[in-house]
């Protein structure tokens, strides 16, 4: 129940922030909107004779990479009130999790940089966090750009 409030009031400031070509996790938006809106996009550039270039990213890890400082301060930036920035640190910063292996049991370990897969906020922090880090102009001297290529 809390975390409905919590995104019910959170994604009334997301309106605000997020773009319109922001398609994932969004009520009344999706994937087929996204291909509606490229298919569209293309049609009118073969019409004027323009190249197209489309770039298709996977978030496959990116849930588990989310800086919660940075999501804080973002969060911070669009006006969501301290008593839910705190709500939301605690629920996904005050993690700890155990590692067994037979009868033996690992101390605490802290969990620190994933959302957490399943709840009811994470898409929503998820999109927040990466429209942010669209919208943040690059660092060039420290960029480092990383490809993997899968066989």
Known sequence: MVLKILTRRLESKAKMFLEKDQYGF???RGTKDAIAALRVMYERSLEH???VYVCYVVFEKAFDRVNW??????????????RDRKLI????NARKTYVRIGEEQSGACSIGREVRQGCL???LLFIIY???MVKEPPVIQSMVYMWEVKQ
């Open 26 to 28: 969004i009520k009344g």
């Open 49 to 51: 004779h323009k190249k």
């Open 69 to 82: 400082y940075k999501l804080m301060t973002i969060l911070q930036s669009m006006g969501v009130d301290w």
């Open 89 to 92: 640190w605690n629920l996904y």
């Open 130 to 132: 990466d429209e942010a």
């Open 121 to 123: 906020l994470s898409p």
